[in-house]
């Protein structure tokens, strides 16, 4: 007779999982746990009959983690921690390695929990590599380029692997992050993902031929969208720096970077004209190094942003060869005279004291040249040391640093200006032996960490990011920072009183009314009554000898800050400020907790500083609603030209209509990251228009009121009305189209049919004259162009005319280097249209149609007409 009893033999692993899943059904939690545990104890090879059990499973789903076979799993982990003796090694190698086996063949589930626990409860770790590589292929021949990328990571297979053949496809499927995870901890790994990066960023790279390598891949629009140079360059430029990769690796890269700063480089200067000659230069110079192309590539935009006498001056200066020299570049060469065959010269003679007109514009240094001490030796520091560390001293800190436009992501600190007292020194770190001299370090570290001395700055993250790329040390031993006063983080208490004040007291200086200013040249202004000359700011700091304009502005930096500080301390009731300014800095330090906190709840109780959000209207009373209270009533009217916005790439179609209204839009593109808005934000002083998630990270970048989060669900027309509502801006029909809506320039110029068909014959858009028999004057104009008339502008456009006669006639370009866009004028539209209006910023052309009707009846209850306006308008 058989005495073996069931509890003998053991549970069946079957029995249990059908018992479990009758219980799952029935959502019966707490039982399926106490069932488990003692399932679990009545099996007598629980580590074989989990694997039956987990293969039985049913509903068993990818990255889900609410599953069967998910919370057996979870169950199993923790019955095991009371019996240690459960584990792989109590089993012969024959049975571990069947069950190793099986256990990788339930690996292809990607959520974390689940393939962490069988990796851990089976050590797949200790499986030979050659069997887990094997495993890892064939995912990857089943398309599961995902699942191959998780496990090679937790199972440390990265070695055995090849980079391109596991990348790619994950690259193709917009899962960069995950290459990235792929290759981080090896070094060479990660030096092969980004030079492959790199050599997608040629232009001429083709994903097509990268993707028929995969046919079997699903890749949608959207992904291929991704793998474009632009994007690429981007990701190729963080990815050095997050793993120290030599830019010397991805010259492709580079290449495209230092091309699109020249570019950047020649808007800045001959569009916008920000930008001194003599600075550019030196930019232009530092960008193009030794490379050929870019050499030639400055040659030709010079030919289309300047003029080819200063091309044919730069092509002599690099020895262009001939044969790669725009049209009628050489030409200009061989008759420029000698004195003009070389660029720059002699350095002018500069006074340290400013002209009258620039000490009636600019904040002047209020010291004499020889309070000024260059700081470049040891002996020299100790004299700066003896002055600056006195206790209980006031020193205002700023740092200047060589603009790299994106080339190099951290720039290191080139000098430092120390304000004293009376006194102003300059730290120049450019000078080799001193900046890692141990003394420099030293003093700056004693600068620092001192509490008793009061360390002024204006955004100091910036300046402190650019310590730490230059010194090191300072990243092994972290810098301690006491007694430093941000007067960025005052700046907005400031604007908030000024913005409450009565309108018979000061008024602040906000951009759109007259003012530019931006920063701590806002600041200055606000509170000293004069801006700062910001002319040298993107200046070569690392060329020496610095210019005596340079030292000027340097000086001012740092001065200006004490200024400001003993005008608002002295007085800092006037300025809505307490009476110790440091407690300011305090108490942010200590609600950074609470407000971290406060961004995880609800954004409909938005009251965080820097923010605001636009509702959509719940009724009619409601309507015009900011933050739940209604714009302020005694708020100045606001032409439409002065309002400037930042349009997120998820509001694109608000940021048209805004631009079609008069509004100044700058539209992210949907390539952009949303922190691009902050920055722009922050450079010209915009307010930042978005939706959704992005708000949370970029209304605590810049000032309060400055960032609007608007209803993703709202149409783009009501968006635009409700933005308008909020800073009152009283919209006229001659707002109406005042805007390119290609590039947001607000000047045009007015081409009368007659030189619209000349210059479309002079490009041979319009071959045949008997279509146009109907002109009065089709013979060749005597005068070209009409002289600076500006003949039948319509009177429903407000903004800035340029007289045609500023287009060159040989080439249709206008000044900025635009050319007409000739090709979309319809030779079929001549006999209708007696005027053009083209955009002299990027040649789009324009004439009249229906489509002012629309915009005039689609915004006309916002509009500031009467009926008769109205009627007149649209007749």
């Known amino acids: 007779m058989n005495n073996t009893t069931p509890e003998t033999v053991g549970l069946d692993p079957v029995v249990l999982r059908d018992q479990l899943f009758m219980l799952w059904n029935q959502k019966d939690l707490q039982t399926l746990h106490l069932a488990a545990l003692q399932g679990f104890s009545k099996l007598s090879e629980p580590l074989e009959a989990l694997l039956t059990i987990l293969e039985g499973c049913p509903g068993r789903q990818k990255g889900r983690s609410h599953t069967l076979g998910h919370h057996v799993l979870f169950e199993f982990q923790t019955w095991m921690k009371e019996l240690p003796q459960v584990t792989l090694s109590s089993l012969s190698e024959q049975q571990a390695l069947a069950l190793q086996r099986r256990a990788l063949n339930l690996l292809i589930d990607t959520q974390a929990s689940f393939v962490d626990g069988l990796i851990n409860i089976y050590q797949l770790n200790s499986l030979d590599p050659a069997i887990l590589v094997l495993y890892i292929m064939n995912l990857m021949s089943l398309r599961c380029y995902k699942e191959a990328a998780v496990l090679s990571v937790k199972l440390k297979l990265q070695k055995d692997l090849n980079m391109e053949e596991m990348c790619v496809p994950l690259i193709l499927q917009n899962k960069l992050p995950l290459a990235e995870s792929f290759v981080t901890g090896h070094y060479h790994l990660e030096q092969q993902l980004v030079t492959l990066l790199d050599s997608w960023c040629h232009a001429y790279f083709s994903v097509d031929e990268i993707s028929r390598r995969y046919p079997r891949l699903s890749l949608t629009k959207h992904c291929m969208s991704q793998i474009q140079p632009k994007l ?50 030196d930019h232009v110079q530092y960008v193009v190094a030794d490379d050929l192309e870019l050499r030639i590539s400055l040659v030709e935009l010079l030919v289309r942003y300047s003029d080819t006498q200063k091309a044919a001056q730069w092509a002599l200066r690099y020895n262009i060869p001939r044969n790669r020299l725009p049209c009628g570049v050489w030409e200009t060469q061989q008759d420029l005279p ?55 001293g006031v020193v205002g800190v700023d740092m200047e640093w060589q603009p790299t436009f994106g080339c190099i992501s951290t720039q290191r600190v080139a000098l430092i200006q120390l304000a004293a007292l009376d006194q102003v020194f300059l730290l120049d770190l450019c000078v080799a032996g001193f900046c890692q001299h141990p003394g420099t370090v030293s003093f700056i570290r004693s600068l620092f960490s001192d509490r008793s001395i009061i360390k002024l700055g204006y955004g100091m993250s910036g300046d402190i990011k650019c310590l730490l790329a230059t010194w090191q040390q300072l990243l092994e031993e972290p810098l301690k920072m006491e007694g430093v006063l941000d007067l960025l983080k005052i700046h907005p208490k400031i604007q908030r009183q000024k913005i409450n004040r009565p309108q018979n007291g000061p008024k602040e200086v906000l951009v759109g009314e007259g003012s530019s200013e931006k920063g701590l040249s806002l600041l200055v202004q606000q509170v000293l009554k004069k801006p700062l000359d910001k002319t040298e700011q993107m200046s070569n700091w690392e060329k020496r000898p610095l210019r005596i304009s340079q030292i000027r502005y340097a000086v001012a930096d740092a001065c200006c800050l004490l200024e400001v500080y003993s005008v608002l301390s002295g007085n800092p009731d006037q300025f809505g400020l307490p009476s110790d300014l440091r407690s300011i800095m305090s108490r942010q330090s200590e609600k950074r907790g609470d407000k971290k906190k406060k961004e995880e709840k609800s954004c409909d109780k938005e009251e965080c500083q820097g923010a605001q959000r636009v509702s959509p209207p719940r009724s009619d ?52 990251d949303h922190r691009v808005a902050a920055k722009l934000a922050q450079a010209e002083g915009r307010f930042i228009l978005t939706c959704g998630q992005p708000y949370q ?90 002289r600076g008339v500006i003949p039948e502008i319509p009177r429903y456009v407000e903004c800035q005319w340029a007289p045609l006669s500023e287009l060159d006639p040989d080439t249709l370009t206008f000044p900025g280097g635009a050319p007409i866009q000739l090709h979309t004028v319809p030779p079929a539209l001549l006999p209708r249209i007696s005027l053009f209006y083209v955009c002299t910023r990027c040649g789009k052309v324009f004439w009249e149609g229906t489509h002012y009707g629309h915009v005039l009846s689609m915004f006309h209850d916002i509009l500031h007409i009467t009926d008769t306006e109205a009627e007149a308008q649209q007749h």
């Open 621 to 672: 009373t409601e309507k015009g609603l900011l933050c739940g209270e209604k714009p302020s009533e005694d708020a100045p009217p606001l032409p439409p030209q002065h309002l400037r916005v930042v349009c997120d790439n998820m509001l694109q179609g608000l940021g048209r209509y805004l631009r079609c209204l008069g509004v100044d839009v700058i539209m992210l593109e949907n390539t952009d």
């Open 232 to 281: 690429l360059a981007k990701h190729v430029f963080r990815l050095m720096e997050k793993f120290n990769i030599d830019q010397g690796l991805c010259p492709n890269a580079l290449h495209k970077r230092r091309l699109d700063s020249l570019r950047f480089l020649m808007y800045k200067t001959f569009v916008e004209k920000g930008m001194t000659e003599e600075i550019w230069s």
């Open 338 to 392: 000698p004195d003009l065959q070389h660029i720059g010269g002699s350095a002018q003679t500069e006074d340290w004291i400013s002209s009258q007109s620039h000490c009636q514009k600019f904040y002047q240094v209020p010291l004499t040249k020889d309070k000024v001490h260059y700081v470049d030796s040891p002996e020299a520091l100790q004299r700066c040391r003896n002055i600056v560390l006195k206790e209980g």
């Open 697 to 786: 990270t970029l209304r605590s970048q810049v000032g309060e009121g400055r960032c609007l989060s608007l209803d993703c669900a709202e149409k783009a027309r009501d968006q635009a009305a409700r933005v308008l509502r909020h800073f009152n801006v009283q919209l006229k029909p001659c707002d109406i189209f005042s805007r390119c809506q290609a590039c947001n320039s607000d000047q045009y110029t007015a081409v009368p049919r007659k030189d619209m068909v000349r210059m479309l014959k002079q490009k041979g858009f319009l071959q045949d004259d008997s279509d146009h028999t109907h002109q009065q004057e089709e013979g060749k104009l005597d005068d070209f162009p009409t």
